[in-house]
């Protein structure tokens, strides 16, 4: 099993920063890939970046050149740096972990984003 906390969500302005961040924890943590998921307002969750082992990293083309995806393999935790944010980058953000070997995925609870304009 893995648990997954997330953080950094909240209140921004148009054109503002965020970080997110979400630290694993588990047994068997050898991890594949890490990376978040947005799903606004009645719209389904949709891939916003993941990195994988070797630091590979996919982007949206919504997130390519304003956000930055990176992690922290010895404490097994992803980052989203989140720039020159949209209205539209509004939504909640969910962590997603696929384990290495199981190949099963987890989920983080969600943390809220909300760009004003």
């Known amino acids: 099993q893995v648990q997954l906390v997330e953080s950094g969500g909240g209140l921004v302005q148009a054109g503002g920063s965020l970080r997110l961040s979400c630290a694993a924890s588990?047994?068997?943590?050898?991890?594949?890939?890490m990376g978040w998921y947005r799903q606004a307002p009645g719209k389904q969750r949709e891939l916003v970046a993941h990195?994988?082992?070797?630091?590979?990293?996919t982007y949206a083309d919504s997130a390519k050149d304003r956000f930055i995806i990176s992690r922290d393999s010895a404490r097994n935790t992803v980052y989203l740096q989140m720039n020159s944010l949209k209205v539209e980058d509004t939504g909640v953000y969910y962590c997603?972990?696929?384990?290495?070997?199981?190949?099963?995925?987890?989920w983080g609870q969600g943390t809220q984003v909300i760009v004003s304009s």
């Open positions: 997603n972990v696929l384990r290495r070997w199981f190949n099963d995925e987890y």
């Open positions: 588990g047994s068997e943590m050898e991890i594949a890939r």
């Open positions: 990195i994988a082992r070797r630091d590979i990293t």
